[in-house]
């Protein structure tokens, strides 16, 4: 009478369907981990945008300065609430333009100063929006699209150019 089924594997079989059991076991896990960690759920992101400089000859780039975003990557996973403070710090009395790229549009409410008060003006679904000297935009959109997109001055190009890095 034989004891059970196990005694006539050898041990290399028994090995081998341990090692493959590890493997599936490990496999299933990392998929699980990963699929929770890559697709949490949306959250809001809040990002705080300004306008810089790069400190070099101002005439190069047919007479405009060189005026740039800081930051100018900004990273979202696909699905998020994007909340941009976009804030124009110009010492001098010099327009910003806030300009998305398709098939990005934006929602803004735009201020007349960096305390956010005094609302200049609402849009909704708009690619493009102006910020004078020392106001204020607050700027939202879903991130549903993922890719790598533009956000631009218009009126400072090359130089004020990020990009919107949305992981899908
Ligand atoms: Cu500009």
Redesign the pocket.
Known sequence: MTPSGFGKLSSAKLLTAAALIAVFSGAVVGLSVGYVVHYSAPVTRTFYLF?GTVPFNETMFYGH?H?TFVPDTITVNKGDHVLIHYVNIEDKG????YTMDPPYTFDATIYGNATQQGIVSTVTTKDRIILAQGQNATITFTASWAGVFRYY????QPT?TGYLVVIG
């Open positions: 306008d300065p005026d010099e327009a910003h333009t001055c218009d009126f400072h004020m």
